[in-house]
């Protein structure tokens, strides 16, 4: 039986605080400590150290829902015993095929003023900083996140903006596909008011910060961080009230108890911050670890030269032929097919792809109501009903894998979205690419068959506009160390030919560079056949024996936004490459002696277009020039 209470008989007695205490958590490896605390007025903060010296100053913890506030007036219950993770996993879609986890581990748990519990867990590892919430009471509606990043006020910072929902290309928009802010002082506002996106990366003295999160399961929102961070104290913020799914969800709502998503940070030198796998380490694991259809590869692809006007069953038949003549494992076959090809002529190049040893991939908008776009097949995917129709259709035709298109934003309802997708397409054994769409934020290791991702100002925009290709190369040499840390990232990397009406401001050996430089479970290549039959004979053997998966990575040289310098192994073979994002010849020291064989290196002659092939020795230490927005690749067998 339920009674209506008056507001006097709710209040709810005074809680009497503990005296403020302090608690440290610390790396495997010791050099990494979170210090947990409370104020004087019973708030929740923590700070972060590297080798004794601060990392992030004092910072806000808490949550605050419509009927419940955790962000004050905290008494501490109890902190748990260190307990000691170690973790191992595999990846399909990654910078390292088999990856360990090893952290350590407490939760502190806290009572608010209406005696309602908060858990706030926290893990540290030699790579960085991870925590997450989990609130208990009887209804959660969730209003806002506390939760601080204070950066000291010397930092520097590498941001994105976030777009403003329902702007750009057919109210497409977010789809974090913004130029990134390069090495602006932390506290700069953001741009646009929907703040900055994930990665967020910072240095503070010798130390690198990146920021993310990681493990949405379609329960909750997807984050960023607030447009002002005033002092350089970066706040966690939702989506906007548009980034929802047809009459979706915007925030989440539980019964009983609610937990976030992860929230993460990889500390440390460049090094340690570009080799971390943080971002999946935190993500669910695969339920049945790597399926063996889910296979990896590189795709040859029309749209990205050719656009709309090519999605015909002739030309999307000599991308087949030309996927196969690379040895490449997939063809993609972009908007419009159902109309400009038809399901059953689909079915005919799926049948003349296998006996190439070639799969087909094929488009899909996401879209419902949330934008403009009219591109076909469209609002096949809104129900699970209709998404399994599909995807039983698809997969009797022989079809491998969709890509996704076009999505509405972060909302609550948005990302169950994704998730439905993800699941009804794994059990339909169908491989997923997501475009114009949120950050994966470890999606590929909880759905193996999420192979790649958009969620990048990729290649595609240096073919629209000048405006897009001119900053290309310094725009590129941002991503390894932000948008592709942690995720599988579709940009649709590598042309050597020209670009219809554009200037390409890139050399070849920068293109050439890419395929290893972006890791991506597909490697969609936007070069066409035309464009390949003009580089050299042993340029295409490179990359017709290129791995589709890296067994390990290890970070060289670089720097955000102007170059980088990246090995990863694979079968027993060093494949090392470089770009120069800037408009300046650079010297790069490399030191390759954990190879310690002599390889061969395929890099920028003195025409722009042009390639040379040469030796480099790795048994020593050594230094390459790159030249101005140019590059390179080394294989050592």
Do not use: C
Not at 208 to 226: I, M, Q, W
Not at 342 to 368: F, H, M, P
């Amino acid at each position: 039986m339920f009674r209506i209470l008056a507001a006097s008989a709710l209040a709810a007695p005074a809680v009497a605080f503990a005296q403020p205490t302090t608690q440290t958590l610390t790396s495997p490896d010791g050099k990494l400590a979170v210090t947990v605390a409370q104020t004087d007025d019973g708030a929740v903060t923590y700070r972060i150290a590297r080798g004794g010296k601060p990392v992030l100053r004092e910072s806000a913890l808490g949550l605050s829902f419509d009927n419940a506030d955790f962000t004050r007036q905290f008494a501490q219950q109890d902190v748990s015993a260190e307990r000691v993770v170690n973790e191992s996993y595999e990846l399909v879609a990654g910078k390292r095929r088999n990856v360990t986890y090893a952290a350590n581990e407490r939760t502190w748990r806290y009572l608010n003023a209406d005696k309602q519990a908060l858990e706030i867990t926290f893990r540290v590892s030699n790579d960085g900083v991870a925590f997450r919430y989990t609130a208990r009471a009887p209804q959660l509606k969730f209003k806002e996140e506390a939760t601080s990043f204070a950066l000291p006020a010397t930092a520097r910072a590498w941001l994105q903006p976030m777009s403003v929902a329902k702007t750009g290309f057919a109210r497409t928009n977010p789809s974090y596909e913004e130029h990134y802010r390069v090495d602006i002082p932390v506290g700069t506002p953001s741009p646009l008011p929907a703040g900055w996106v994930f990665p967020a990366l910072f240095r503070t003295g010798d130390t690198y910060v990146a920021l993310t999160e990681a493990n949405l399961d379609g329960s909750f929102h997807a984050s960023r961080l607030h447009a002002q961070s005033k002092g350089g104290v970066y706040r966690i913020a939702g989506p906007a009230p548009a980034e929802t799914f047809t009459d979706g969800a915007l925030l989440p709502i539980a019964t009983g108890q609610m937990t976030t998503p992860w929230r993460v940070l990889a500390i440390g030198s460049l090094g340690t911050v570009v080799d971390s796998t943080l971002g999946t380490d935190l993500a669910a694991p695969a339920t049945e670890g790597i399926p063996e259809w889910v296979k990896p590869g590189h795709s040859s692809w029309s749209w990205a030269i050719l656009k709309d006007d090519f999605t015909t069953f002739g030309t999307q038949k000599q991308f087949i032929d030309y996927a196969a003549d690379m040895g490449w494992e997939y063809t993609l076959i972009d908007a419009y097919w159902d109309q400009k090809i038809g399901y059953e002529q689909v079915k005919q190049l799926v049948d003349y792809a296998k006996q190439k040893n070639v799969g087909i991939l094929v488009w899909y908008n996401s879209a419902g109501a949330w934008n403009d776009t009219d591109m076909t097949p469209r609002a096949k995917l809104l129900t699970a009903a209709d998404r399994r129709a599909e995807f039983a259709k698809l997969r009797q035709m022989g079809v491998k894998g969709i890509k996704v298109d076009f999505f509405g934003g972060d909302g609550q309802s948005m990302i169950d979205y994704y998730v439905g997708i993800l699941r009804d397409a794994y059990e339909a054994q169908l491989l997923v690419n997501f475009h114009g769409a949120t950050l994966p934020r470890g999606w590929s290791r909880t759905w193996p068959n999420l192979v790649t991702a958009e969620a990048v100002r990729g290649f595609e925009f240096g073919t629209f506009e000048q405006k897009d290709q001119d900053p290309i190369a310094g725009h590129a040499a941002m991503l390894p160390f932000t948008r592709n840390l942690f995720d599988p990232m579709d940009f649709t990397p590598m042309v050597f030919a020209d670009i219809p009406k554009i200037e390409r401001k890139t050399r070849n050996g920068f293109e050439l560079a890419e395929s290893v430089l972006f890791v991506s479970g597909i490697q969609h290549f936007a070069e066409v056949p035309q464009g390949m039959a003009t580089v050299p004979d042993y340029v295409k053997d490179f990359l017709r024996t290129l791995p589709a998966r890296w067994d390990d990575s290890r970070f060289i040289a670089g720097e955000p936004g102007k170059y980088a310098v990246i090995a990863r192994q694979a079968g027993g073979k060093w494949y090392v490459a470089g770009f120069n994002g800037t408009a300046e010849e650079r010297t790069v020291a490399l030191d390759l002696s954990f190879i310690g064989k002599r390889g061969t290196m395929i890099t920028d002659d003195r025409a722009e277009r042009d390639f040379a092939r040469t030796s480099i020795d790795a048994s020593r230490k050594t230094s390459i020039k790159l030249k101005a927005r140019g590059g390179f690749v080394a294989v050592f067998e």
